[in-house]
């Protein structure tokens, strides 16, 4: 099983940087990074829960992208991890370490990354269904929290079990090789007492997913 989730994961992250590499082709970079800019912005806003960012708040942008959320925080107090980072830089003109030199980017797997300091934001924005283990990134996600701190998850959840199910059968979304639903997610985010849900925001329904916004804060 292990080595069979490992495969779907290697593949996944291979179809991901594939993917960039299509969508950005057309795109002008300066264009780009202020609609990019424009658009988290406004999620920002969509997801307020009466929290107000500070320059001392410790941030992570988990599965960052190559222009994700920290393009717009307090950057000397920012990291950004993805284990496509490298690739990114090397492969798509629309990013580099230098655009961003405030920033602590981290390539590596968030299965990987160890911090001894805890967290006061984590964002994992379209991020966990990439990870390789659905279970122990939730547990740690939580466990870089501060006490007091945040997590914001946005995520596609599967609308119907059956579908779940084929999915996680059948290749019909190599890119993700999480399929979970929405109830999978609260049950494990919710299961240890640690994290209590304070919003939550349906951002699109689709026929299979719908995308969704939780915003969940650490107790203990």
């Known amino acids: 099983m292990q ?3 490992s495969l779907k994961w290697g593949l996944a992250q291979k179809l991901e940087l594939i993917w960039w590499k299509r969508y950005l082709k057309k ?6 990074h202020e609609w990019k800019k424009r658009y ?13 960012i500070k320059k001392s708040d410790r941030i992570l942008d988990a599965g960052c992208g190559p222009a994700g959320i920290f393009t717009i925080l307090p950057q000397k107090q920012t990291t950004a991890l993805d284990p496509l980072l490298e690739k990114y830089e090397s492969d798509l003109p629309h990013f580099n370490y230098e655009m961003y030199p405030d920033v602590n980017f981290i390539p590596m797997p968030f299965e990987q990354y160890s911090e001894d300091k805890k967290y ?10 990439h990870f390789k ?7 740690k996600l939580q466990e870089l929290l501060v006490p007091g701190g945040f997590l914001v998850l946005s995520i596609d959840v ?3 079990e059956f579908m779940k199910q084929l999915f996680r059968l059948l290749p019909g979304d190599a890119l993700h090789p999480q399929q979970h639903s929405r109830k999978d997610y609260l049950d494990l985010l919710l299961s240890d007492g640690k994290l209590r849900l304070i919003k939550t925001l349906i951002k699109d329904k689709g026929k299979v997913f719908n995308y969704e916004i939780l ?3 650490r107790l203990s």
């Open 158 to 160: 599967h609308r119907f």
């Open 40 to 52: 988290w912005s406004v999620f920002l806003d969509e997801i307020s829960w009466g929290y107000t």
């Open 3 to 5: 080595i069979l989730e």
């Open 120 to 129: 006061n934001l984590i964002y994992c924005l379209n991020a966990i269904n």
């Open 133 to 139: 283990d659905f279970q122990f990134s939730i547990f």
């Open 27 to 32: 795109q002008n970079i300066e264009n780009y």
């Open 215 to 217: 915003v969940l804060e």
